[in-house]
């Protein structure tokens, strides 16, 4: 029955190929990167099919309006100088922490908000831009809404807006909504979320959910909590910088680093520029998941691997995770690796060089009475040296003080928490997925004729993906076989 899954999806996506000339053909209706993208990132086609229930037309509606919708805001380019900079410094959107699934919460302050029709396009401007920075920095990765009405009134709710909001995750971005939590919403403003549910679907209204001081703690740890909500997290909003960072250098192999301004960690961010792919190994073999085995290039300087997420566990031989470095230059190149848990990882070496052609082994070791969280998040950020430059920690520090933002590149991983195996062989043996069915030669049929249709298709990832299914595909003619 698994087989049929994979058999569903991929037959999907091939209709969409078929298809793709549609777009292609609409250089004034889409920007042409959106395009690309939907033909080469078989993921991006399975999020549309996901979240419209495989029905294929209601996914390529979905594809129109939310590339044009992209295209109208010029999401490929928007940046943060694209923004009126008191957006930012009102404090009212921002991302910061995380939920108990480690999603990023992404936080509206009600209260600062304030209806204006002059205003309205630029807020939606603002949406977007945290949505796409989001995207790109975690791909794949859901959100968890907040909606903060402490203190907030009917005259903070403007409906066209929270309209657009719905809209952006149930549109424009599928399968980003985790969950959406109102907090302490005002009895006033009964009559207007009881709009606002009719313009959501039956899957968006189950993650709706509406908490006070006393329960928001389900979803929510304490430590990412502000203090009026019954937390302990002292965040206090300001711009610059963004707030959606939370970096620092992590405990070397000598101790803490002391060489290094920390106060660089938030001038030296720049925006991830690369999506990232799955690592594989032995460990993980058992994880019910969809994985690959593919490093990612840092730009063009590094290729890292593992280039997803560093897998903890709670065995001793779990304890620590491998990264490796890659430098495909002919210059040096200088790295350094940060964590949002300092406090629990010890890396080494956390900053150092590679020399050109060569590569390096970064190891990542838990403290002992600590365990990893699917809220922690490494990045490593990596620049070209020029040649002949030294590479001392006084040097390495002074350049990472004086190197361009646009010459350094970065690449976030984060942290996956491996359960035991007799728990996932447990969880494996009473899904329904395992129920045995005897026509795998009406499946192979099936999967032959798709396999031969994708042959000529655009895109080599469908068909590589057929391959990783393990199936014995005897009747294709080995052509349709080459990738």
Known sequence: MLFYYFFVILQLSVSLYQQYSNFSDSSDKYDSRDVDRLQKDDALVDGYLTWRQFVVDDALKMIDESFQWRKEFNLNDLTESSIPRWMFETGAVYLHGYDKEGNKLFWFKVKLHVKDAKTIHDKKRYVAFWLERYAKREP???LTVVFDMSESGIGNIDMEFVKYIISCFKVFYPKFL????MYEMPWIMNA????????????????????????????????HLPPHMGGTDQFKYSYPPLPDDEFKSPINENGPIVSEDESEVKDTESECKESLESSFNAEQALRPKKVQTFSQSLSLSLSLSPAEELSFGSKDSEKKCLI?????????????????????YRVKPSSSSCEAGASVDIVVSLHGGFQASPQDRFLVMAAEMEPGAGAGTPELTQFWKDVPKPKI????????????????????????????????????????????????????????????????????????LKV
């Not at 985790?178 to 939590?181: E, R």
């Not at 490796?324 to 629990?344: C, G, I, S």
């Not at 030669?441 to 469908?462: E, F, I, K, P, Y």
């Open 140 to 142: 794949g990765m859901p």
């Open 178 to 181: 985790s969950k959406m939590i």
């Open 192 to 223: 207007a979320w009881k709009i606002v549910k009719t313009w959501l679907g039956p899957e968006a209204i189950s993650k709706l959910k509406f908490v006070s001081k006393s329960d928001v703690q389900t979803f929510i740890d304490a430590e």
């Open 409 to 480: 590149m970065e690449h976030r991983l984060r942290c996956h928490v491996l359960e035991s195996p007799k728990s996932i062989l447990s969880n494996a043996s009473d899904s329904p997925l395992n129920t045995p069915t005897g026509d795998t030669q009406d499946l192979q049929t099936a999967v032959s004729g798709l396999m031969l249709l994708t042959a000529g298709a655009s895109s080599t990832s469908l068909r590589k993906t057929l391959l990783c299914c393990g199936l014995y595909l005897s009747p294709l003619d080995s052509s349709a």
């Open 324 to 344: 490796v470095l890659n430098n495909v230059t002919k210059n040096q190149v200088a790295f350094k690796v940060r964590t949002t848990a300092p406090e629990k």
